[in-house]
């Protein structure tokens, strides 16, 4: 009799540990391989360069709210021939605001970087300063639908950096990065480069912030937008001297930390910039996990596929094969 107990009372316990071991391994599958599913997100090019008007920053936004996009990502509020003022900072924050989906504003070079006060001298820190305090006071998006997003500026060290801000979907990270395209806004003048190079501090620590996020939640990849290309696929030895008259390549720095993040991140790294490359360039460009994209159209489609080998496919235009 006794031996009967005993032996139901043993089944008991191994039903038991049994039932938690099964259960630990499902919890441990759900965390190791999280479910994410397909979707798709619409960046906009910045239209208003090389003295377009707001029409087709108009027709940017109406397209891409009436896709079926998660969210929108803009480079660029205005034309670098239009004035530096709050009438149109304003008028543009409420134009970008009336998209249907949520909106997010990274910023161009034109929108600060050339700004000149009534003397005639650089107004850009000024400027800069300005815009975020109209386009990023809170920790949302703009938009009918607002998406919630991290600001840098969270950090007490670097509060004035509200525009670098980062999202989640669906296992992939986002984030913008103030990189403007006129050599990252370094100033090849005498005496201390104090933006470039406190915006440098910042970005750095940004980046890797952001890395370290994407490696302790096993983000699928990584997607940065900014203004300027900081040429993270181009050849070893690559400089963007050539293309200003300085003795300092303003995006070399960035370049090389990007590189040497992403050599030890397990996921993908995507580049958007909104620079137009070549006529026809609208194909991701990869070195090994590190892609680049110009956004060669007004506005485009990516679509992200969680778990695929192609994570980032590019729709519309000339390029709707996987990248």
């Known amino acids: 009799m ?26 441990h ?10 979707f798709q997100f619409s960046v906009i090019g910045h239209p208003l360069q090389h003295g377009r008007d707001e029409a087709a920053l108009k027709r940017a936004i109406a397209e891409a709210s009436q896709s079926d996009s998660s969210f929108i990502v803009t480079t660029g509020i205005k034309a670098a021939n239009e004035p530096c003022s709050d009438k149109l900072y304003t008028q543009r924050h409420a134009l970008l605001n009336e998209s249907a989906q949520p909106m997010i504003v990274s910023l161009a070079g034109s929108d600060w970087s050339a700004c000149l006060n009534s003397a005639g ?24 639908r ?3 997003v991290t600001r840098l500026s969270s950090s007490a ?12 979907y669906n296992k992939v990270l986002f984030a913008t990065i103030n990189l403007p395209a ?10 201390r480069n104090s933006e470039f190079e406190d915006r440098l501090v910042a970005n750095r620590a940004w980046l890797h912030r952001l890395f370290t996020l994407a490696e302790r939640q096993k983000m699928h990849g990584i997607v940065l937008f900014s203004d300027g290309d900081p040429g993270v696929t181009a050849e070893e030895g690559f400089s963007l001297l050539s293309s200003f008259q300085t003795k300092q390549d303003g995006f070399a720095e960035v370049r090389k930390q990007i590189r040497t993040l ?12 909104a620079q137009r ?33 192609a994570l980032f496919t590019i729709k519309g235009g000339s390029a709707e094969a996987p990248q």
């Open 2 to 27: 006794m031996h009967g107990v005993r032996h139901r009372r043993m089944l008991r316990v191994a039903a038991r540990s049994l039932a938690a071991a099964a259960a630990l391994a499902l919890a």
């Open 29 to 38: 599958a759900a965390w190791a391989a999280p479910a994410a599913r397909e």
């Open 121 to 144: 001298r650089s107004n850009a820190i000024e400027r800069l300063n300005r815009l975020r305090e109209l386009f990023y006071v809170d920790g949302e998006s703009l938009g009918a």
């Open 146 to 148: 607002r998406l919630a």
């Open 157 to 168: 060290k670097f509060r004035s950096y509200a525009e670098n801000a980062h999202w989640e």
């Open 182 to 191: 006129n050599n990252n806004h370094y100033r090849p003048e005498a005496g």
């Open 262 to 273: 992403a050599g030890k991140y397990k996921g993908k790294v995507l580049l958007i910039d």
């Open 277 to 309: 490359g070549a006529a026809g360039e609208s194909a991701i460009q990869w070195r090994d996990n590190v892609g680049h994209l110009h956004t060669t159209a007004d506005w485009a489609e990516v679509r992200v596929t969680p778990g695929a080998a």
